[in-house]
């Protein structure tokens, strides 16, 4: 079992409020990544990081921002939530040659 | 736009029957991977294939690559209950960071 973890698992906030979702991974894995995902939708990248102190912004337009200041760790910050950023969030982590392994998600309901 | 797109986007099988999902992508690509994911559960890795490689088996799994057609099969035998989920692929593009995913193949298993 992959040691990922994701923080809250759900989170109701409200409109204009800042919020900060917390993904940590064990494995020492120097690529990290955030997925948005609409229940039964596909998923859209939003940001990922290839080791410390670099992150790159995925396809899909966001307004949040991250931060890669350890290697375990990849948190995601929406400075303004609204209600267009109701969705899961799924954090991601991979190293070496293999495959990713994928966090619980972060379900965000913004009214 | 998304790497990958799966075809079909939806199949219901029998239990026992086979089930084959496809995979095409637009880019050169490092390797290309398979994911299961339950329903509102984050991703689970389950096959991952080199550009250089052909066809991998694991378990009741069969992965083909054709990378003169941007292409890849799943296929899933003896199918069971507990194998209905939505199956996404993955590609990791040459030159990028990217793991970036297809739309994916909702499968449902009839007992």
């Known amino acids: 079992e992959a040691d990922i973890y994701q923080t809250p698992r759900y989170l109701v906030i409200g409109t204009g409020k800042k919020i900060t979702l917390e993904c940590s991974q064990t494995m020492g894995h120097d690529k990290m990544y955030w997925y948005q995902q609409d229940p039964g939708m596909e998923l859209h990248l939003i940001h990922y990081?290839?080791?410390?102190?670099?992150?790159e912004k995925g396809d899909l337009s966001s307004e949040s921002t991250v931060s890669r200041i350890r290697t375990e760790h990849f948190p995601l910050t929406l400075e303004s939530a609204r209600p267009s950023h109701t969705s899961q969030y799924l954090c991601?982590?991979?190293?070496?040659?293999?495959?990713?392994?994928f966090g619980p998600g972060t379900r965000l309901t913004v009214l | 736009s998304q790497q990958g797109e799966e075809d079909p986007q939806a199949l219901s099988i029998q239990e026992g029957e086979n089930a084959t999902m496809n995979c095409s992508y637009k880019t050169s690509i490092n390797n290309l991977q398979w994911y299961r994911q339950n329903s509102g559960r984050g991703l689970v890795h389950l096959i991952l294939i080199r550009s250089n490689e052909r066809e991998k088996h694991s378990g009741r799994l069969r992965v083909t690559l054709d990378t003169s057609k941007k292409s890849s099969s799943l296929l899933i035998t003896a199918s069971r209950a507990a194998d209905t989920a939505s199956y996404f692929c993955?590609?990791?593009?040459?030159?990028?960071?990217?793991?970036?995913f297809g739309a994916g193949t909702t499968v449902t298993v009839r007992a």
């Open positions: 993955a590609t990791d593009a040459i030159g990028d960071y990217k793991l970036s």
């Open positions: 990081s290839y080791g410390v102190n670099s992150t």
């Open positions: 991601a982590s991979s190293g070496g040659r293999g495959g990713a392994y």
